[in-house]
DNA sequence: TTGAAAGCGCTAACAG
DNA sequence: CTGTTAGCGCTTTCAA
């Protein structure tokens, strides 16, 4: 039952066939110049003994031609947000012949390193990065030897590559922005760890509205650092609980703002909120989120797109791309404040 | 800058410190035997001309000893469930120090095949599968050639591997049971392509627990082959515009009951419902919604220990584990019929 | 149209 | 402790 012992290679195809490994591998490769009967004993033996061809052994002979594998490293490929983008990179290596590695880094440089050295070993012929904090230096190496390599959702630090991303300052300013307009003074903050690129942008865009509209930043008001949606969902309990309570809240990504609704609770109707990154069902909650959404599809799929043309041989300068972002307004960013809270405010 | 001419090889290095290759690669690998000294000087030659170990050649030449790369397919990596799956799996694969080659399927046979056959030309040394309906005598090659095969979510139609899955048609059972004990006797059914295992083996769970209760399934309260969320909302909301509407409804995945939400809009309270796999903020709306849940990580990482165990020697008959479901009771199920609606039922 | 020889980069098995 | 030889499975090159 078990045959395990060994898989049958060319030379198996040909002794069987009567041919020599060469015209197998004419065969196997559709080339032209074999005999139509020829070609048709060794498709014979082929089918008899199910060889199949060693990829790994052919791209080690050809050498330079590539592997026809890339490498896609993530955050988390369980948030659906990397998921999409993930599937988009999947799509545009699919119409390219390419296979995808898939890793995801969980946020910590030397898990990002020990993937992407796995990917190099395996000589991918390009990177796909959605790159944690922290220096990138140590991919110098891969990229002089010809290694490509595209950034996407984040660049990377200390490096300078095609980069994909959308412009977070703005996208946080114009939901800041949104609710200011909206009446609201005091205005939360839920954010991931500021070190990331993403989360720090953010974070400045909302700092950015708050002072185009003349006001500071209010410590109390804001809290850095959350990793899941229960920390989301703790700390927005306890900036209600508090004595001087905001009348509105950013989430800067989406677990914040599904962290929060679960925080909230029923009270939710009570508070304004705006979230970055829009999210399943936002739409149907009560009331609907408003969101700056991104299309993280959109995303992966130019990134996967800027990485195959480095791949073909484009050499030019690197790029950064700029995605839209889009305002979704949906009923939970347009609440007003109270008048009780106004009249807290103005006292 | 693009020097991306050949990259250093362990002849290179050897060149280099002055030694041979062979004391390079017993370096590279960490074998004992070597002078310190003489270690220290590859080591300085490796990172002075940048050297990676190639893998390709390496597995190529160590023959069986594998490849540390295992392929997944599953049916579309942008579905949360497939991803937090995917996650789970690329999560044990790490602690084995395996890559994971990933592409997803889009419930198409002939993709899954190229898939397939993509993976095992790289040599994988397992495949995890979500199996698209249809026959999968092609793995029967693959399977005889010694790589291992594990199926997840759904067994392979005339392949006998080892599968990881719930019991589809139990969950729709108690889903169904639960409204049938809340007093409704008129029950929509939303599901996918009755071609696909679990959806099958839930549409039989629905009829089996309606034949329980002495009730016959209503085909005109049943939707079959909806395959998006827009498809469950346009079919929801024509099944209550009829008639004689269902006072309750069985949605027989993730995707259907998000898509009813959608399609029921603010009447969402009036009508009670059931779902088949737990969501994101299903907890959260109005009202919560009560699903038969599943864990799609537990799933993932049942399947890859599984295979791993396979990949080790595990040579004892094929298994078919079968994990637990949950009835998570939040509301939405637990609506009766009206009075009105029981007195048109008996009428 | 077909085949023989050489070698991709690496490591197992043996020498020294 | 270090090096030599051979060869993994395939393709390139050149000869028949």
Redesign the pocket.
């Known amino acids: 039952m078990e045959r395990a012992s060994?898989?049958?290679?060319?030379?198996?195809?040909?002794r069987q066939a009567?041919?020599?490994?060469?015209?197998?591998?004419?065969v196997?490769?559709g080339?032209?110049?074999?005999?139509p009967?020829?070609?048709a004993r060794v498709e014979l033996a082929i089918r008899a003994i199910g060889?199949?061809?060693?990829?790994?052994?052919?791209n080690?002979?050809?050498?330079a031609?590539g592997t026809q594998t890339v490498g896609l490293l993530v955050d988390d490929l369980a948030n659906p947000f990397f998921a999409a983008l993930a599937r988009a990179v999947e799509d545009q290596a699919r119409l390219r012949g390419s296979l995808v590695l898939i890793a995801s880094s969980g946020d910590d440089l030397r898990r990002e390193r020990e993937a992407v050295q796995a990917f190099c070993a395996r000589r991918v012929d390009g990177l796909i990065l959605v790159p944690v904090a922290g220096s990138h230096r140590f991919l110098r190496a891969a990229l002089d030897r010809g290694t490509k390599v595209v950034c996407v959702d984040r660049p990377a630090d200390q490096l300078r590559v095609d980069t994909v991303a959308v412009d977070n300052r703005d996208g946080a300013m114009r939901a800041t922005g949104h609710l200011l307009a909206h009446g609201h003074r005091r205005i939360g903050y839920l954010g991931d760890r500021p070190e990331i690129w993403t989360v720090k942008q953010r974070f400045t865009g909302f700092c950015d509205a708050l002072a185009a509209a003349g006001l500071t930043p209010d410590p109390n008001l804001i809290r850095h650092g959350l990793r899941t949606r229960e920390d989301a969902a703790a700390a927005v309990a306890r900036l209600m609980a508090a004595q001087d309570p905001p009348t509105a809240v950013f989430t800067s990504n989406d677990l914040m703002s599904v962290g929060a609704l679960g925080g909230l609770g029923p009270s939710a109707g009570r508070i304004a909120m705006v979230g970055f990154d829009d999210f399943a069902l936002a739409d149907r909650m009560t009331p609907a989120v408003t969101v700056v959404a991104q299309d993280p599809a959109a995303l992966g799929a130019t990134a996967a797109q800027l990485l195959f043309a480095r791949i073909d041989g484009d050499t030019s300068a690197p790029r950064d791309l700029v995605l839209l972002t889009r305002l979704l307004v949906r009923g939970s960013g347009e609440i007003a404040p109270t008048a009780a809270d106004r009249k807290s405010l103005t006292a």
């Open positions: 060994r898989l049958p290679t060319m030379r198996d195809v040909a009567g041919v020599s490994v060469m015209t197998v591998s004419r196997v490769n080339e032209p110049g074999v005999l009967d020829t070609a060889y199949q061809r060693n990829d790994m052994a052919r080690l002979r050809r050498g031609t």
